[in-house]
C-alpha cells in the first residue's frame, strides 16, 4: 500500500484496538478530587481491571471504581456546554477511556462486604470491621474525634456499627476530613463496580501499584466474628499476581458477556474520587 493509504488504516486499526480494551478489559481513569490522598492525587491517572469483578467479589482494602447511586451526591460537576469540536473530543476521549471523569463514578476503597459490621471507632480512633481495628497508614488527615456524626455529611468519624446487606459494599476515602462515602451517602450495590484500580500511570513520577495494605489480611470472617467466644479467622490474602495477568487468560471467554451486562448502565465510564 502507498503510504497515504495505509497511514490512515494503521490509525483505524490502533483506534478500534483501542475501544475493544477500553471495553472489554483496562481503562484509565482521571483523579479530579482529593478525597483519596495522598495515595491518589488530583490529576493522576489509574488503569482499572474491568474484568476481576465479573469473575470474583471485590476485596476487601481494594480501590475500587463504581457507579453511585441515587444517594450519592456528584462531587465534580461536569461542564456540558461547548461547541461541537469540545463535544466530540469529549465522545472520543470516552471511547478510549481519557475522556474527563463524569457526576456518578467514583473511586473508594472497600472498608466492608456483604455480612460485616463497620463501625468507629476503638479505643483509639480507629476503624474496626467484625470487631477487628484497621491501622490505615494511608489516612493521613482524618475527621474529627468530636465532632457529632451525622447521617448526611462525613464530618465525624465516629459512625455505626453498620452491617453491610448482601450484594453491597462498605466504601471510604482514604483523605476521610473532605471524601463523602459510605459513611453518610449508604453502601453501595457490588454490581455497580466497574473495576478494580490497580495502578497509577500517570504523572511518572507518581507510577506505583496499587496494592492492599497488610491490615486488611486479618479482618475476620462475619461468621466468626458473630460467635461469642469464637477465635476469628483471618481469610487468606489475595493473590498477589498482577491483575492484568490473573485476567487476561480468560478475557476471551468473559469479555463479550461482560460488556452485555453492562450496557444497563450507560456508555460512559468516568470517574469520581
Not at 100 to 128: H, M, S
Not at 142 to 167: M, T, Y
Not at 172 to 179: A, E, K
Amino acid at each position: 500500500m502507498p503510504l497515504w493509504q495505509e497511514l490512515p488504516l494503521l490509525l483505524i486499526v490502533a483506534f478500534c484496538l483501542a475501544v475493544l480494551v477500553r471495553t472489554f478489559l483496562v481503562q484509565a481513569f482521571f483523579i479530579p478530587s482529593g478525597s483519596m490522598e495522598p495515595r491518589l492525587l488530583v490529576g493522576d491517572r489509574v488503569l482499572v481491571n474491568k474484568v476481576v469483578y465479573d469473575v470474583r467479589q471485590p476485596n476487601h482494602g481494594e480501590i475500587v471504581v463504581f457507579r453511585g447511586t441515587d444517594n450519592w451526591a456528584p462531587e465534580n460537576q461536569v461542564d456540558t456546554n461547548g461547541g461541537f469540536f469540545a463535544k466530540l473530543g469529549r465522545t472520543i476521549g470516552d471511547l478510549v477511556g481519557v475522556s474527563q471523569p463524569g457526576e456518578k463514578d467514583f473511586i473508594k476503597r472497600v472498608i466492608g462486604l456483604p455480612g460485616d459490621t463497620v463501625a468507629c471507632c476503638d479505643a483509639n480512633g480507629r476503624v474496626t470491621v467484625n470487631g477487628f481495628p484497621l491501622d490505615e497508614p494511608y489516612v493521613t488527615d482524618n475527621s474529627p474525634l468530636d465532632a457529632p456524626p451525622n447521617a448526611k455529611v462525613c464530618q465525624s468519624r465516629r459512625f455505626g456499627p453498620i452491617k453491610v446487606e448482601q450484594g453491597q459494599m462498605f466504601v471510604m476515602g482514604d483523605h476521610r476530613l473532605v471524601s463523602q462515602d459510605s459513611r453518610c451517602q449508604g453502601a453501595v450495590p457490588i454490581a455497580n463496580a466497574i473495576g478494580r484500580a490497580f495502578v497509577i500511570v500517570w504523572p511518572g513520577s507518581h507510577w506505583s501499584g496499587l496494592g492492599v495494605p497488610p491490615t486488611f489480611d486479618k479482618v475476620p470472617r462475619p461468621v466468626a466474628a458473630a460467635a461469642p467466644g469464637h477465635v476469628p479467622v483471618a481469610p487468606a490474602p489475595a493473590n498477589g499476581v498482577p491483575e492484568l495477568v490473573v485476567t487476561a487468560p480468560i478475557l476471551a471467554s468473559s469479555a463479550f458477556t461482560a460488556r452485555s451486562r453492562r450496557t444497563g448502565r450507560g456508555r460512559g465510564r468516568r470517574l469520581l474520587a
